[in-house]
């Protein structure tokens, strides 16, 4: 019997390879605000951490230790105002990416079953329904969502878009989910990352959203982006405990588990909230300097109140904002890549060091 690959979109990354050499050839060099990769430190004090767990001959637990666990359930009720959470309803994952693309199989998905997620969304969630032959919806409007709905995606605070929904937009879709029989998921990974405040976006959790019932909710989050862990692949989900067990279950046939080490940093990461102060302040005046130089070179600026990047247009095809600012050496992504249609907004990364935002600013000047 012949074999049938996968059938997956092209790597939208590929498309922007050519005016990535564009910019690389500008003579000052290029300024890359295209990847939402951390380029600060990673807090000492994480790091000490996992240096001391280095000694890690057993195998880990697919569960997590008793202390990360412990720290996720007082983590969500002392930084999201979740209560009632045990540690039966708590997991650590490989990252969030890999439990995005792999939720739709580790719930038993198929070609019948439809995955709802943002018309405005990170690919990966589009990515997962592929993987298991399920259909992806793009659709912000739960009325919209048809009977054979198995999985909803939400993403608040937006990748790409930054947008935020409160709790009753929140309550509303959990709504919809439960009548429709589909498990609901909240990608929540930039919630730190707040510029309207220092407190945390809502999260799915909040017992204003599900008041004391979780069943069905599930709530994923990253340590990458507020304590600068991407390369530790430090993530987790919460929500009902019935899901939790079947994840937990399959997880462990599978030999997803985090490592020792990153397990105990990830405990430390999670007690400490001063250095996701200090980063959040870092990326706030980075902000704060990047707005006002695209708004002077022409740019408006939508949503964008949370999270890593700026959701910007000039009002034409993003493809054209992005060969225009590869040519000052500025590359950025459009929004094509998120099924934007049609595609005029481009994704401005702040995750640059200071010294990189001050140039890309002095080169947006040059387009005022």
């Given at each position: 019997?012949?074999?049938?690959?996968?059938?997956?979109?092209?790597?939208?990354?590929?498309?922007?390879?050519?005016?990535?050499?564009?910019?690389?050839?500008?003579?000052?060099?290029?300024?890359?605000?295209?990847?939402?990769?951390?380029?600060?430190?990673?807090?000492?004090?994480?790091?000490?951490?996992?240096?001391?767990?280095?000694?890690?001959?057993?195998?880990?637990?697919?569960?997590?230790?008793?202390?990360?666990?412990?720290?996720?359930?007082?983590?969500?009720?002392?930084?999201?105002?979740?209560?009632?959470?045990?540690?039966?309803?708590?997991?650590?994952?490989?990252?969030?990416?890999?439990?995005?693309?792999?939720?739709?199989?580790?719930?038993?998905?198929?070609?019948?079953?439809?995955?709802?997620?943002?018309?405005?969304?990170?690919?990966?969630?589009?990515?997962?329904?592929?993987?298991?032959?399920?259909?992806?919806?793009?659709?912000?409007?739960?009325?919209?969502?048809?009977?054979?709905?198995?999985?909803?995606?939400?993403?608040?605070?937006?990748?790409?878009?930054?947008?935020?929904?409160?709790?009753?937009?929140?309550?509303?879709?959990?709504?919809?989910?439960?009548?429709?029989?589909?498990?609901?998921?909240?990608?929540e990974c930039y919630a730190e990352l707040n510029w309207n405040g220092s407190d945390p976006t809502p999260s799915i959790l909040d017992p204003e959203v599900v008041g004391n019932d979780r069943s069905s909710v599930l709530a994923v989050y990253s340590l990458?982006?507020?304590?600068?862990?991407?390369?530790?692949?430090?993530?987790?989900?919460?929500?009902?405990?019935?899901?939790?067990?079947?994840?937990?279950?399959?997880?462990?046939?599978?030999?997803?588990?985090?490592?020792?080490?990153?397990?105990?940093?990830?405990?430390?990461?999670?007690?400490?909230?001063?250095?996701?102060?200090?980063?959040?302040?870092?990326?706030?005046?980075?902000?704060?300097?990047?707005?006002?130089?695209?708004?002077?070179?022409?740019?408006?600026?939508?949503?964008?109140?949370?999270?890593?990047?700026?959701?910007?247009?000039?009002?034409?095809?993003?493809?054209?904002?992005?060969?225009?600012?590869?040519?000052?050496?500025?590359?950025?992504?459009?929004?094509?890549?998120?099924?934007?249609?049609?595609?005029?907004?481009?994704?401005?990364?702040?995750?640059?060091?200071?010294?990189t935002i001050a140039d890309a600013v002095a080169r947006l000047e040059l387009l005022a």
């Amino acid at each position: 019997m012949a074999r049938t690959p996968l059938s997956l979109p092209n790597f939208p990354w590929d498309a922007l390879v050519p005016y990535a050499k564009i910019a690389q050839s500008h003579p000052d060099g290029v300024v890359d605000l295209s990847v939402g990769s951390p380029v600060d430190p990673t807090p000492q004090i994480i790091r000490d951490t996992l240096a001391a767990a280095t000694d890690a001959h057993a195998y880990p637990t697919t569960m997590g230790t008793a202390q990360l666990r412990e720290a996720i359930v007082e983590w969500f009720e002392r930084r999201r105002g979740v209560t009632g959470l045990t540690v039966d309803n708590v997991l650590p994952t490989i990252g969030s990416k890999e439990l995005v693309a792999l939720l739709p199989m580790l719930l038993g998905l198929g070609k019948d079953d439809v995955v709802v997620h943002p018309s405005v969304a990170y690919p990966t969630y589009a990515i997962g329904a592929a993987l298991v032959g399920a259909t992806a919806l793009a659709s912000d409007n739960p009325a919209e969502w048809p009977e054979n709905t198995a999985l909803v995606w939400l993403n608040s605070p937006g990748n790409p878009d930054g947008r935020v929904a409160d709790v009753v937009e929140l309550g509303a879709a959990v709504a919809r989910a439960r009548e429709l029989g589909a498990v609901i998921a909240s990608d929540e990974c930039y919630a730190e990352l707040n510029w309207n405040g220092s407190d945390p976006t809502p999260s799915i959790l909040d017992p204003e959203v599900v008041g004391n019932d979780r069943s069905s909710v599930l709530a994923v989050y990253s340590l990458s982006k507020q304590s600068n862990l991407a390369g530790y692949r430090a993530a987790f989900v919460a929500g009902c405990s019935g899901l939790i067990a079947e994840l937990l279950a399959v997880r462990k046939h599978a030999g997803l588990i985090a490592p020792g080490p990153v397990q105990e940093a990830m405990v430390t990461a999670l007690s400490d909230e001063a250095h996701v102060a200090h980063q959040r302040e870092l990326y706030r005046s980075r902000r704060a300097k990047l707005i006002p130089a695209l708004e002077r070179a022409g740019f408006h600026i939508d949503d964008s109140v949370a999270g890593l990047y700026l959701w910007a247009t000039k009002n034409e095809d993003s493809w054209q904002t992005v060969g225009d600012l590869a040519q000052t050496g500025i590359l950025v992504v459009p929004g094509s890549f998120y099924g934007e249609a049609p595609p005029r907004h481009v994704r401005i990364a702040l995750t640059a060091s200071d010294d990189t935002i001050a140039d890309a600013v002095a080169r947006l000047e040059l387009l005022a």
